[in-house]
Nanobody, 125 residues
Framework: QLQLMESGGGLVQPGGSLTLSCVAS????????IGWFRQVPGKEREGVSW????????DYLNSVRGRFTISKDKPKNTVYLQMNNLKPEDTAIYYC??????????????????WGQGTQVTVTS
């Protein structure tokens, strides 16, 4: 059974940092792209960052580009999202997701098939 589990969320002050982890079980991330998404109640889920199956390509939402970094640790079967210089508008539930094998996914949530349960990130002073 393919599963994804996020961790690392929490409460942080503006300008602070957090690192989110997404651990995969039941499949190897060598063959899957991974996307990070976030959602605020009452708003649509938006794509934050994406990494290709090989790990050689990445993409970011414009508002987080330069502040967030996505990476893939294949031996640990884990994808990380390093978030620096956090802003109150980054507050949301963050989800990692994987599309079906061979699908790039990019930042389009409709392309994704497997989802984690989410982790809350709150940025406030």
């Amino acid at each position: 059974q393919l599963q994804l589990m996020e961790s690392g969320g929490g409460l942080v002050q503006p300008g602070g940092s957090l690192t989110l982890s997404c651990v995969a079980s039941g499949f190897t991330l060598d063959y899957y792209a991974i996307g990070w998404f976030r959602q605020v109640p009452g708003k649509e889920r938006e794509g934050v960052s994406w990494i290709s199956a090989s790990g050689g390509q990445t993409d970011y939402l414009n508002s987080v580009r330069g502040r967030f970094t996505i990476s893939k640790d294949k031996p640990k079967n884990t994808v990380y999202l390093q978030m620096n210089n956090l802003k109150p508008e980054d507050t949301a539930i963050y989800y990692c997701a994987a599309p079906k094998i061979g699908v790039r996914g990019l930042l389009q949530s409709t392309e994704y098939h497997y989802w984690g349960q989410g982790t809350q990130v709150t940025v406030t002073s």
